[in-house]
T-cell receptor, first 114, second 109 residues
């Protein structure tokens, strides 16, 4: 079975640009979460979506947005990129997104902002 | 505020040594706690999880963790580490899956 897949795996953007990261959850999983992992730190929660509705949002500026599609895949968008947005962006999926659900991570998208 | 904290930032052990990595949580309600491992160049993988029941949880690769409610702790243990256990270990929990800062484990052969 395919796990959580993310694209692109690596990308370089310049300050001020916009980026879109994509995620396909494990088949049958209806919840997708996004995390930012800066080198040397633990993943920081950005968003959680379940059945196309935003269920949770972490402490990130409005430049960060996301959505979930009818097939449960998801996009994370970041506008007006800053150097500090350079990080590994992780997508995770779970069956229903409840606190008792195990989440499974993709390999991430490495974003470098120059 | 809900939080999960890990005390050890970098632990260095020799092979066959015993391991204990600390994790504390601070949130109420239903407690769901996880340990994830990230091997070099790989994605996060679930080691074990606690939802309810037996506070001693067994995971993959010989790892276990004990939930101690009175201490708000969920420490990860392994009796005898191997070189292949070299990785970053993350404790996570709370309603929106907050992660600790991680503990880097280096096992010397």
């Amino acid at each position: 079975d395919a796990g959580v897949t993310q694209s692109p795996t690596h990308l370089i953007k310049t300050r001020g640009q916009h980026v879109t990261l994509r995620c396909s959850p494990i088949s049958g999983h209806k919840s997708v979460s996004w995390y930012q992992q800066v080198l040397g730190q633990g993943p920081q929660f950005i968003f959680q979506y379940y059945e196309k509705e935003e269920r949770g949002r972490g402490n990130f500026p409005d430049r960060f947005s996301a959505r979930q599609f009818p097939n449960y895949s998801s996009e994370l968008n970041v506008n007006a990129l800053l150097l500090g947005d350079s990080a590994l962006y992780l997508c995770a999926s779970s069956l229903s997104g409840g606190s008792g659900n195990t989440i499974y991570f993709g390999e991430g998208s490495w974003l470098t902002v120059v | 505020a809900q939080s999960v904290s890990q005390h050890n930032h970098h632990v260095i052990l020799s092979e066959a040594a015993s391991l204990e990595l600390g994790c504390n949580y601070s949130y109420g309600g239903t407690v769901n706690l996880f340990w994830y491992v990230q091997y070099p160049g790989q994605h996060l993988q679930l080691l074990l999880k606690y939802f309810s029941g037996d506070p001693l949880v067994k995971g993959i690769k010989g790892f276990e963790a004990e939930f101690i409610k009175s201490k708000f702790s969920f420490n990860l243990r392994k009796p005898s580490v191997q070189w292949s256990d070299t990785a970053e270990y993350f404790c996570a929990g709370s309603n929106d899956m907050r992660f600790g800062a991680g503990t880097r484990l280096t096992v010397k052969p």
